[in-house]
């Protein structure tokens, strides 16, 4: 029985772009008239994308076929079901590719961690830096973080007592975890941009940032001036042959070390020290109205982008404020990023009309992405149904973090959604906190019900 009222679209391109990716997509366009379908290929070739999808076209698509050898962007088509193949399979078999498409299934989270990998692998300039900084900064929040908490576990006050086993774990979580937050966020800033060159002298800076309460404003400074300024002494310092093995182990650690160091100590530190300690007490003396208003600016910008710059622009400034023991942003910050996935779950549930069958498996595997705090996972959806989910979505994550604020949660760890939440003193106010999660993720399925029309 011929589909008739199936639409496609494809993308082709091979390396040398001349020949095969136009035979491609005629071989593609023949097998769907012959199959009483409509199918528009996008071809990559030496001249440059020709007949380009829209938006348009790809949301009233069924499936998507990408016949290419070289890399193709996927980010635009999440949520749809996908095949990938190499061009040459496209030549041989078109017809069978097309019923293979029909028959795929979204992988929502496969096509979420892809388009992570892409995200990560498209990031330039000083965000690539920052990010590289962060994530090796995570673990170390994470560990120290949890212990702790740990370590209250035994009482409040069991850790103030010097050689408890609480004591030990508090020292632990706290110089060795906490500890270590601020240098390696600057280290591996530095690192991203000189390569390993930049390591000690950015280590150095956030060490010395960390010693003066500098705190994460200082690391990230001290981390750009390091690894930029030995970035330019590796690139001016030419030596003979015989001697450049010296030059990574002995002339631009020192150099580097020594001129960031003698910069953060005599010119960058005091201001850096005296702009984080009028942030530290602006954050604390935050109540009522003004927590409130931080708390909607920090859950929007979760939900813009969905983690892109901006949602990770506010996740740094939590997640950098642990180490100096302010905790309320980063608990608005996690729980604003749980319920774009969360509240469009939702939504499929309540209007399942509202919705095409891959959009409503999409939404179980939205659910699961939720609770782990992995934002992206309402990415499909948004790519799909842009002006109407974003703004749904901002607004749910908007409330989540202002209420999150609003009572006062206090979140210790960086990271881990729903499953770190059980850990005793991990979260403050751990009721109202899930109070505000769901209440933000109501807010989302009823604004995108709202929005969308039903399918028809």
Known sequence: MPHVS????????????????????EALQKA???????????????????????????READAVIIAANTQVDKSRFAGKPLIEVGVGDAIKDPAGLIDRALAAKPDLVAQVEEIKKERKAQATGWYKHLMTGVSYMIPFTVAGGILIAISFMFGIEAAATEGTFAYVLNVIGGQAGFGFMVPILAAFIAYSIADRPGIAPGMAAGFLANSVGAGFLGAIVGG?????????????????????????????????????????????????????????????????GSAVVLGLILGAMMAFDMGGPVNKAAYAFGTGLLASQVYEPMAAVMAAGM??????????????KKYTDEEREAGK????????????????FAAADPFRVIPAIMAGSAVTGALSMAFGAKLMVPHGGIWVLPMGNVITNLGLYLVAIAIGTVVTALVVNLLKPNKE
């Open 6 to 25: 199936k639409k496609l679209v494809a993308v082709t391109s091979c390396p040398t772009g001349i020949a095969h990716t136009y035979m491609a997509a």
């Open 32 to 58: 769907a008239a012959a199959k009483q379908m409509t199918i528009k290929v996008e071809t990559r070739g030496s001249i440059g994308a020709e007949n380009v999808l829209t938006d348009d076209d790809i």
């Open 224 to 288: 750009f001036l390091a690894g930029y300024l030995v970035f330019y002494l590796n690139k001016w310092i030419r030596l003979p042959r015989t001697l450049e093995g010296m030059k990574p182990v002995l002339i631009l650690p020192l150099l580097g070390v020594g001129i960031t160091g003698l910069i953060m100590v005599y010119v960058l530190n005091e201001p850096m020290a005296a702009i984080m300690a009028g942030l530290q007490n602006w954050l604390t003396g935050l109540s009522g």
């Open 339 to 352: 319920t774009p996935p969360l509240g469009l779950f939702l939504a499929t549930l309540l209007a399942p």
């Open 365 to 380: 595997a939205a659910a699961v992405l939720g609770i782990s705090f992995i934002t992206e996972g309402a990415i499909p």
